[in-house]
Antibody, heavy 118, light 109 residues
């Protein structure tokens, strides 16, 4: 059974960088035809896809976030990460990591709340 | 960017009744790129349907998906108490971004 777990600071100051890590267990992130996604959800709203990384390291990002986002694989630790630069209060959300098969996400982490505030 | 609009925003029904949830896309979406999720408070979304009509592993057969082009439907027959939640549709076409609908809240009447 694949499991994903997000970790990182719950509070980030405006203009700083939000950094999260997703640890995957029950399967290798470097094998299989999987995408590894970051998705966020502001309180009371629908999810918003941030981006994804494939097992070969290729990435796709949401156009509105592309200039501020980096997603990377860390295969030796079976982890992948999210860096979101120059954050504002609008980036306050629950952040999820999720495994993707083609167009859908079958396994999700439990989510972690990140608040942007001074 | 493909915008998904779900209707209704809220649906109030009783256990045992049937539910029909709609997801309309601003552009044509390939069937293989349309999924439905269920989300309960404090939990991550759970995959119900992928490829517009294929049930995910472990999903009861009272959940079914249909539709094509720009109009998709999630049908829940014989609502159980645990089915009352928020439901989202999602699409991922040939190019980013993937998008989600705004959600339909299914409430107990």
């Amino acid at each position: 059974q694949v499991q994903l777990q997000e970790s990182g600071p719950g509070l980030v100051k405006p203009s700083q960088t939000l950094s999260l890590t997703c640890t995957v267990s029950g399967g290798s992130i470097s094998s299989g035809n999987y995408y590894w996604n970051w998705i966020r959800q502001p309180a009371g709203k629908g999810p918003e896809w941030i981006g994804r990384i494939y097992t070969d390291g290729s990435t796709n990002y949401h156009p509105s976030l592309k200039s501020r986002v980096t997603i990377a694989l860390h295969t030796s630790k079976n982890q992948f990460s999210l860096n979101l630069r120059s954050v504002t209060a609008a980036d306050t959300s629950v952040y999820y990591c999720a495994r993707g098969i083609g167009s859908y996400n079958d396994y999700w982490g439990q989510g972690t709340l990140v608040t942007v505030s001074s | 960017e493909i915008v998904l609009t779900q209707s209704p925003d809220t649906l109030s029904l009783s256990p045992g009744e049937g539910a029909t949830l709609s997801c309309r896309a601003s552009q044509t979406v390939s069937n293989i790129h349309l999924a439905w999720y269920q989300q309960k408070p404090g939990q991550a979304p759970r995959l119900l349907i992928y490829g517009a009509s294929r049930r995910a592993t472990g999903i009861p057969d009272r959940f079914s998906g249909s539709g094509s082009g720009t109009d998709f439907t999630l049908t829940i027959s014989r609502l159980e108490p645990e089915d009352f939640a928020v439901y989202y549709c999602q699409q991922y076409g040939s190019s980013p971004p993937s998008t989600f609908g705004q959600g339909t809240r299914l409430d107990i009447k």
